[in-house]
């Protein structure tokens, strides 16, 4: 891959949107589950079929008072047994009375011929058919558009049975409907149809009879018209509510989306700026006052911005001090072997040749303790903990320097005055690293014969360890810089090149990885003399059982 594939990859995607897909994500949701709640609420199928009920039993009152007035004053009887309608009274009665209610009336006589229609006027030209004109039609609302196929789409999705197509003939007969044929046969039923264009066509018929004899059946009719008038109403307080409701909605999506999204947005593009950022120079956004997520996660990032600025700062100083620890041999060594080219004396080469071996060794150390800071902090961060007890760790130490030769060098004691536990959650290997580092160091500066004392008590729930040795001490003012990398402070007559100077400074890394402190100070007598140094380990105890 490319270096300009590589930084293509890396570069983030511009947003230009002037809502972010996040707050678009939010007002969906919320709009969807609000949707949802009015949807069902709009499905008005139980009350619509409590209304057609309601109608249906208005319309058969009605259609019994009619009966047992066309009974009354329509029927003459001749004897009990021979009694029959007067077509033409019978017409006046019905229709005087259908014009009252709004409803068409329709009267059979016993043998199913119908012989009152209230919508059909007989005349000289023959029959005229009265219809009446429904008020101005929705269709080309869009809102009644829409509750209409809504109507039309629950009624599918939820299998609800759909009324029966209301059909009239044009010569009607009592037979043409079931509920007039029921009522020729002494029965009061209701019936609700449709007509091909949706309409609600409600019926109701009774028997017209006198001293029990049915003599003929009469059917009342209405459309539904205010059927739908009450559905439409209702739905329309409930869009009403809704649209409140959506509008509450959107603005309280808007203020969420606004105090998650936009200061996700923000740390986003300060992060983008922090890569770019060359001098490191750029902080993350400050939302240390919200108590919530966002504050949590602005809180990380900025600890991970100054960590990882510590490191970088780190690595650049690092790399500094190699590269000036690596020239000084480099340095040495190119000018022995540009001398030895020009010199024939055997003695004078042999010593150069010496001086060659001493560079490479001093290179080899350098480059080796180089390569051991450098992975200590990763092996630090990937290595797995464990209980390690420091007492046995120690004396284990000391013992196998005993077992060693070491003639001429100082002689290594150690005393453990507590009797609480000594065991740390650590890693041994480099808990040893750091002890064997200062013994070694201790060992350079102690005289021959002399002595390091190692102490290991316990103060709290810290373990706190002292390597004491005879040597001349440390420099003042140095206590804390003998720690830093490639520290040079060597004793008089040791031969230069010998000592990395990364041992303290790979002591400190570790102990500061374990949560611990090290430190340094000098040994006095009673007048204040040096008796020598003094390096102190404190790390933190595990927990009595």
Do not use: C
């Not at 409930?238 to 969420?256: E, H, N, P, Q, R």
Request: hydrophobic share 45%.
């Amino acid at each position: 891959m490319t270096e300009g594939a590589a930084e293509h990859q890396m570069k983030p995607r511009t947003r230009g949107r002037w809502v972010s897909p996040l707050t678009w994500r939010i007002l969906t949701v919320n709009l969807i589950a609000l949707g949802v709640l009015v949807a069902g609420i709009l499905y008005l199928g139980e009350y619509r079929r409590n209304l057609i009920a309601a109608e249906l039993d208005a319309l058969r009152v009605q259609a019994d008072m009619f009966a047992a007035a066309l009974g009354e004053g329509a029927v003459i009887s001749e004897t009990p047994s021979n009694q029959f309608m007067v077509s033409e009274i019978a017409n006046q009665i019905t229709r005087r009375l259908a014009a009252t209610t709004g409803a068409r009336a329709r009267l059979f006589r016993a043998d199913g011929v119908m012989i009152v229609d209230s919508r059909r006027l007989a005349g000289p030209g023959g029959t005229v058919q009265i219809e009446i004109l429904s008020p101005p039609t929705t269709d080309a609302d869009p809102l009644g558009r829409l509750l209409k196929l809504y109507d039309r789409a629950t009624r599918q999705a939820g299998g609800e049975d759909a009324l029966p197509l209301y059909h009239e003939n044009a010569l009607q007969r009592a037979g043409d409907y079931s509920e007039s044929n029921a009522a020729l046969a002494g029965e009061s039923v209701v019936a609700a149809r449709q007509t091909k264009n949706g309409k609600i066509v409600l019926s109701a018929a009774v028997p017209v009879q006198r001293y029990k004899q049915v003599l003929g059946a009469l059917m009342l009719s209405r459309d539904g018209d205010k059927i739908e008038e009450a559905l439409l109403d209702v739905r329309l307080d409930i869009l009403k509510v809704f649209g409140l409701a959506a509008l509450l909605t959107i603005l309280m999506s808007l203020y969420l989306a606004g105090t998650i999204a936009r200061p996700i947005l923000r740390l986003a593009h300060a992060a983008e700026r922090i890569r770019l950022d060359r001098g490191r120079t750029e902080k993350m956004p400050d939302y240390a006052h919200r108590n919530d997520e966002i504050g949590d996660l602005a809180n990380s990032l900025n600890a991970m911005t100054e960590a990882l600025g510590l490191r970088l700062d780190a690595i650049e100083r690092f790399a500094a001090d190699v590269a000036h620890e690596i020239k000084n041999p480099l340095t040495s060594l190119r000018s022995a072997v540009e001398t030895a080219a020009r010199i024939d004396d055997p003695a004078r080469r042999d010593k150069l040749t010496a001086i060659i071996l001493d560079d490479v060794a001093r290179l080899d150390r350098l480059i080796s303790d180089i390569s051991t800071a450098s992975r200590l902090d990763a092996e630090l961060n990937r290595a797995e903990y464990e209980l390690v007890d420091v007492a046995a760790m120690l004396g284990a130490m000391v013992e196998m320097l005993r077992s060693a030769d070491r003639a001429g060098r100082a002689t290594v004691t150690l005393e453990i005055v507590t009797h609480e536990p000594t065991q740390v959650q650590g890693i041994g290997d480099r808990l040893v690293q750091v002890f064997r580092n200062l013994i070694a160091n201790a060992e350079t500066f102690s005289p021959e014969g002399g002595r390091i004392r190692i102490a290991l008590g316990r103060e709290g729930d810290h373990l706190v360890a002292t390597v004491d040795d005879d040597g001349p001490g440390i420099p003042p003012g140095k206590e804390a810089a003998i720690f830093e990398r490639f520290y040079t402070e060597r004793p008089q007559g040791e031969k230069f090149g010998t000592h990395s100077g990364l041992g303290l400074s790979i002591s400190k890394q570790i102990v500061d990885a374990h949560r611990g402190a090290i430190f340094a100070a000098n040994r006095r007598g009673g007048g204040g003399n040096v008796l020598g140094a003094r390096f102190t380990v404190r790390l933190p105890a595990t927990a009595d059982d």
